[in-house]
């Protein structure tokens, strides 16, 4: 549903910053992910103005309102509740029964921060819920749709193949690259790198991404779903070190929706 509510006089601890962001009259809200000097970069160019977007887990918000800011008409598509989470299953150290009640309450304050940034920035953007296999047709036809959950979802192309759906020209899927060596981080970016699973038994982290996705594996599922023209932008992040990717498609055949 539309989650348009106005925001609160102050930040406080009911919300839950998923990326850093400077906001007017209440300077920087720190989240774990901070991409303010590389976000340009990963779109390498692709034309926004007049363009409507659609911003496939925009969590609290800094996607969307950076790609408003660049001119675009944005749709921010989140999780509705914890029941829409992939969680690994036989986690250790919280009970299975109390995982979604516990998302409930995180998903919440996620989409507290968005409507407090969202307040503050004076931003028109549209926000809507949902299930991230099945974003709802009424949304639209959209120009472009930015995708970043792939690595947190259990079916993948599933996922990018309901995405993209909507989309009539422009496709901006990004993802990290390996952080452990230089060879696996070039192996990545040549494309010879294979899908990487990543729960391990024993860990027991319910919420760890399941995949490490390679661009190459990105721009063959891209070129499946229709978009056969493809380019990869790189950025190394001044934050935290990692190097990111974005790989962006533009749609070349006719999109297949009862597919």
Known sequence: MPDRDPAGAGPSEDLHVTHTIDLPGHGTLHGEIDLRGDFSALLDGVPLGGRRVLDVAALSGFTSFALEARG????????EG?????????????????????????????ARAYRFCHAALASRAERVEGDPYDIPAAIGPVDAALVGILPQLRDPFRGLHGALRLVQETAIVTGLLPRRSLFGRLAAMRGD?????LPRPGRGNPF???WRIPPRTVRHWLHVIGFTETRVAYRRNRHDGRTRYAVIGRRTRANRTAI
């Open 72 to 79: 675009a008409e944005v749709v921010s598509y989140d999780r």
């Open 82 to 110: 914890g029941r829409h989470w992939d969680l690994v299953p036989f986690c250790d150290g919280i009970p299975a029964a109390d995982l979604v009640a516990l998302l409930d309450t995180h998903q919440a304050r996620i």
């Open 193 to 197: 790198a294979p899908l990487m699973f």
């Open 208 to 210: 760890e991404a399941w």
